[in-house]
């Protein structure tokens, strides 16, 4: 009975540390970090209009880089737009961003409406993002090699109180990656 | 297969922060490990300074006894998150994932996205140690050892030491045992971690026939002295995160006090117990041990 007893307490102990560890464990051969990106752009002439189509990629973080070869997969939480620097405080404009792939096939296009920089400087404007946004982006990063952006950003309509002008922007994206240990 | 041989042979703690620390730390600079450490640094003391006694009695004369515990730590849902310090121009406007805690949280400001490492999600976690004790007139030595082991290419040692007295020979009549013990443990990760811990509790219990009914009170302490490399990243909203360097901190564990109700049931020399520990992160611990 003693016998018995001790090798059904020891079964279920043993059993128990496995189902346990292997839960807990399951935790620990990965480790997800987010990881933001910037792009800058500066528009500083006096043309109403201003077109600017810039390469983004995720290898401009060095967290990307630092964890490149052991990723599992990648995903777009958010994205932003902010104001670094404006010359005169009243420079105002309507804005558009694109993203597109590598191939110059749209991900997500959004229209910001009239806005004025300034504004942004301390508080950036979150884009609002649908699902289906956020879906063709992360259908996009499913590839791993795929790290590459291009960002588009159309200014008309742009009144200032000066003939002259400077803005540089900033659009920031951050992505959630998981990575092996 | 080698991380649940060590599991079950060595300490899960240890394991866990040979396999995470550079990747679940390294996002970290002075200002905010703490917030996200110690509730893991809380648990492992949670962890060591359990087990000590499965009862208030220790024998007048001679005893010895051979124990093996297994404890599983409750983390309370508000040891999951902790408010980061963020640099200027940024507000906390919700808190973030704490070692044990799950989504990272992005906050935003005047120099972009600013966010830290998810946690491990995870609402407890199990916890083994092995111990012997050896009693001479009302006096029991407890000592928890392993042997040197490895981890990756790190030295793992592991080392406890507590003492009992019986306080109840003291008292005649007394219709219950009375005890109190000391119990200081200590588990080292070479280069990385160095943890203490330190427990005093009171004991009580009421045996009647082959079973034992005991409790206890108990103050304790936990330290973590640690070390790891802060991967910078000099893109970084905050100064602190931009180079990369290496950080020593010391953390302390937020268990101070807890309360221990327990039972036992003793078949000749073998003795199961359990028992619920009520503290900063309850903890249920089983036991089966050889007393002679």
Redesign the interface.
Known sequence: MKKYLLKSFIVVIVLTLFSLNGCILDSFNSVTQNVPITEKFIINSNPSTHTLTQEVSLDSSSVYQNYEEKIENIKLLHAEYRTVSVTPADLSGNIEFTLADKDGNTLFSLTLGKLTPANYQKTPLEFTLTSSDIEKVNSYLSMLSNKTFLATISVTNIQSSTSTFELVGAVDVIFEMKTKL | MR??FY??LVL?FAV?IS??QQ??FA?FAENNINGFAQPFVTSLGEGLNSGGFHTAYVPTLFGFSIS?R?M?IFIPNDQKTFTPTLPA?YTATEPTATFWGNK?A?Y???N???????G???SG??F?MPQITGSLMGTELLIRYLPQIKVGDKNLNFFGIGIRHNISQYIPLLPVDLAVQVLYNKLTLQDIITASTFAVNGEVSKTLGMFTAYGGIQYETSKFDLSYTL?????SPDPLLRQTRNISVSINGKDNFRLIVGASLK??V?V?NVDYNISSQSVLT?G?SLDF
């Open positions: 991380k649940c599991v079950l899960l866990k396999y995470s990747d679940q996002s093996f297994a599983y121009g990272a992005v935003t400001g005047p972009g996205y600013l966010s830290f490492v998810n491990i999600d995870q976690t199990p083994y991967n910078g990243d000099p893109g078949l000749v073998l199961f089983g089966i």
